[in-house]
């Protein structure tokens, strides 16, 4: 069973910069999209940004042009952060015959 492994959430005051990072413990074949939710405490769970397997990318307006998503390890730079980005983010990928998910991490921003 491949797992799906956040790392790079913290602390950060607002204005700051990270990194989220998701690697696969195994190979995955046939993807079609990949990318990142987040949930913050009493809210649904919601896109962030997506990326297919053509690179094209998707994010969520509250996101555009503060955050960039990249294939390599579904890199999440975040930069601007806001507090009301805190959340805990989880990373997923979509194959053709499933879609793995991440753990989660936690991002707290700091006003």
């Known amino acids: 069973q491949v797992q799906l492994v956040e790392s790079g959430g913290g602390l950060v005051q607002a204005g700051g910069s990270l990194r989220l990072s998701c690697a696969a413990s195994g190979s995955i074949f046939s993807i079609n999209a990949m990318g990142w939710y987040r949930q913050a405490p009493g809210k649904q769970r919601e896109l962030v940004a997506a990326i297919t397997s053509g690179s094209s990318t998707n994010y969520a307006d509250s996101v555009k042009g503060r955050f960039t998503i990249s294939k390599n390890t579904v890199y999440l730079q975040m930069s601007s952060l806001k507090p009301e980005d805190t959340a805990v983010y989880y990373c997923?990928?979509?194959?053709?015959?499933?879609?793995?998910w991440g753990q989660g991490t936690q991002v707290t921003v700091s006003s």
């Open positions: 997923y990928v979509r194959a053709s015959i499933t879609t793995y």
